[in-house]
């Protein structure tokens, strides 16, 4: 909008944000002018009056396939309800190039980066289906579903370092060997089900939020008769003013806490996790 009332120059910051190339504005008539302009890196304006002869289309069709990684970037408008050829397929297309979501990129770490075919990264959601915190069938369907998404990095949920950091009696944990065992065992046949993906978990602990029923079960705290465990947390503070207070923690329960901390995360390197979220 700010390009077509001829601010042109208000709008370049907001575009370079999302990737795209504002190198040039063109309007254009003719498909030949447009892959030679969109090969060239120029952001192409096809403005709501603009009406596109469906000859033109496998032209264009042929030319998205030979834009290079950042080619230019094919802004529609209302040209598409006009277009009867502007198919999803054909937009989506031309998708990659109007930002950098599909473009590969490279996480910084010390054993030299963590390559990522994309920029769309699965995040972390719980479950609620662990038994003892060990992973389950559950977890295979799970996983193997969303190593077969097409995201460049899959982040298993928030995996409790003790027992007490649980969420709920039904999260996920990886505290001992018998935890250890079956995370790596699930992830393990998950993955020879899948494209090679990298796999990133959350270690966690709940702190006052833990000790909570299932969210469909109300989500509030437990108590020791309903299955529910002592819970700690920065300060004497409860998460809710009729919920009782969690066990504050001193230097040593801190110091605990950091301890397993490093155990998770030796034990998630060990298993081949290529990534840590804390």
């Known amino acids: 909008q700010l390009a077509r009332k001829g601010k042109r120059k208000s709008a370049e910051p907001a575009l370079e944000r999302l990737g795209v190339n504002v190198a040039g504005t063109l309007k254009v008539n003719n498909s030949e002018v447009l892959r030679d302009a969109l090969l060239a890196g120029l952001g ?45 397929e054909f937009c989506m297309g031309y998708a990659g190039y109007m930002s950098l979501l599909f473009t590969p990129y490279t996480l910084p770490s010390p054993r030299g980066g963590l390559p ?111 299955g529910g465990w002592e819970t700690f947390g920065p300060s004497a503070l409860p998460q809710l003013p009729t919920e009782p207070p969690p066990t504050e923690m001193t230097r040593y329960h801190m110091e605990q806490v950091r301890d397993v901390f490093v155990q998770a995360a030796q034990r998630a390197d060990r298993m081949g996790i290529e990534a840590i979220e804390l």
């Open 44 to 88: 192409i304006g096809l403005l709501p009056d603009f009406s596109m002869p469906l000859d033109m289309a496998p032209t264009l069709v042929a030319a998205r396939t030979a834009l290079p990684p950042h080619g230019g970037a094919l802004c529609l408008g209302a040209a598409r309800r006009q277009s009867p050829w502007f198919t999803s």
């Open 116 to 226: 990522l075919a994309n920029r769309i990264v699965v995040a972390p959601m719980c479950q609620y289906a662990a038994n003892h915190g060990e992973a389950t069938d559950w977890h295979l369907m799970h996983w193997g579903n969303l190593l077969n998404s097409g995201a460049a990095l899959f982040t298993i949920e928030a995996t409790a370092v003790v027992p007490e950091g649980r969420i709920t009696p039904a999260c996920l944990g990886l505290w001992d060997d018998r935890t250890d065992a079956a995370l790596a065992s699930t992830l393990h046949r998950a993955r020879k089900l899948a494209p090679p993906v990298p796999v990133c978990i959350q270690l966690a602990h709940a702190g006052r939020k833990a000790s909570s029923a299932l969210p469909w079960a109300g989500a509030q705290l437990l108590s020791s008769a309903q």
